[in-house]
């Protein structure tokens, strides 16, 4: 890895993930069954299939149950599929790697180590000189806002300050990928919002392909450039519409037309889904 004022000046300067982009990650008709206690099986996720362009913010919405997490979980290689392949830059997953980062819902600091040695843990892994990391871990310190913490324990901080540790911890690695699973849901809405704004802010810096999954409407039209919709029983994709709306985004957009027409549409097709299911 070079340094990182060497990755700044390599960055895009394109407002948005272009449609030509070659494919970051492509899932090729993902199927997910498991066994009930009763014996028989329950389908969670049935012929999924859909690729993400590199550079893309891609979120995935849909009902409770639909199998956004479980997706998730498979590309990351915490779990395989019953049928079908996940491909991250080509490669088949068969496992975690490094090459793709995670970030749950839920609070995974270690909490022996400083917010410092969290976010360059992968880093001593990779045997990255110690110059070397302090540099990164500098450099994404500042992204998140957590200069004047970098010696502070978890327990000394607030939930939204854990996850920019998580992920300042998640992008100093250099994945593919960023996979973030509710990354804000536990969150109260204030911090959310913060939390929305910063990582919009980081983003655009980075234009690191992201799959963020939310239950949060107005979360994904805000942050993506790309809105995948699930259906359940079992999870598939019902449909992929593309975010009108230029970056930079604000919150204030939130009230512009264009936001509110996506936000509907959104919208209808969960609702559908739901009369369908009943």
Same mark, same amino acid.
């Given at each position: 890895? @070079? ?5 700044? +000046?390599? %960055?895009?300067?394109? *407002? /948005?993930? &272009? ?45 409770? @149950? ?5 997706? +998730?979980? %498979?590309?990351?290689? *915490? /779990?395989? &599929? ?58 994404? *310190? ?137």
């Amino acid at each position: 890895m @070079g340094s990182v004022a060497a990755m700044q +000046l390599e %960055l895009p300067t394109s *407002l /948005a993930a &272009p449609d030509t982009a070659p494919a970051r990650l492509r899932v090729d008709n993902v199927s997910l069954r498991y066994r009930t206690p009763s014996g028989s099986t329950f389908s969670a996720l049935e012929n999924v299939s859909f690729e993400v362009p590199d550079q893309q913010f891609a979120v995935i919405v849909g009902p409770s @149950g639909c199998g956004k997490s479980s997706l +998730l979980y %498979l590309t990351a290689g *915490l /779990a395989e &599929p019953s049928d079908g392949e996940i491909y991250v830059g080509g490669a088949k997953v068969d496992g975690p790697g490094a090459d793709r980062g995670m970030v749950f819902q839920s609070y995974t600091l270690f909490p022996w180590l400083t917010v410092r040695e969290n976010i360059e843990f992968g880093l001593k892994r990779k045997r990255i000189a110690a110059a070397e990391r302090k540099e990164i871990v500098d450099f994404y *310190l500042n992204e998140v806002g957590l200069n004047n913490f970098a010696d502070n324990y978890p327990k000394q901080l607030s939930g939204g300050m854990m996850q920019r540790v998580a992920i300042a911890r998640a992008l100093a690695n250099d994945p593919q990928i960023l996979l973030m699973d509710e990354p804000f849901g536990a969150l109260d809405s204030q911090t959310r919002m913060q939390m929305q704004q910063l990582l919009l802010r980081i983003w655009e810096h980075s234009k690191k392909t992201v799959v963020f999954v939310t239950h949060d409407i107005d979360e994904a039209v805000l942050l993506g450039d790309r809105v995948y919709v699930m259906g359940a029983r079992p999870g598939r994709i019902k449909e992929i519409l593309d975010v009108p709306i230029e970056r930079p985004r604000t919150m204030d957009m939130v009230m512009e037309p264009d936001f509110i027409r996506m936000k509907r549409q959104i919208l209808g097709l969960l609702h559908d889904d739901l009369q369908e299911a009943h």
